[in-house]
């Protein structure tokens, strides 16, 4: 059974930085796409950042040059670094894995940007 797990998320002050993790688990020999997606209150989940098997990137303009998203495919592991972080970035952070074509999901980490 496949698994995604997120952590990282946390309480932080505007400006501040934090990185946040997601590992799959299961019978998983190769992984697709993987991506970084968020859910604000009351806003609809949208896409924060993807990268693809052969590490290109693609950013949301709101997060370009202050979020970088990385990722290692002998831990089966998906990176978001996020450097300058503003309230407006306070969200639940979901990490998405394309396994053998069926897309996964995580179950989510808050981070809150506040002082």
């Known amino acids: 059974q496949v698994q995604l797990v997120e952590s990282g998320g946390g309480l932080v002050q505007p400006g501040g930085s934090l990185r946040l993790s997601c590992a799959a688990s299961?019978?998983?020999?190769?992984?697709?796409?993987m991506g970084w997606y968020r859910q604000a209150p009351g806003k609809q989940r949208e896409l924060v950042a993807t990268v693809s098997t052969n590490g290109n990137t693609n950013y949301a303009d709101s997060v370009k040059g202050r979020f970088t998203i990385s990722r290692d495919n002998a831990k089966k592991t998906v990176y978001l670094q996020m450097n300058s972080l503003k309230p407006e970035d306070t969200a639940v952070y979901y990490c998405n894995a394309v396994i053998y074509g069926i897309p996964y999901w995580g179950k989510g980490t808050l981070v809150s940007v506040s002082s």
């Open positions: 299961g019978n998983i020999f190769s992984i697709g796409p």
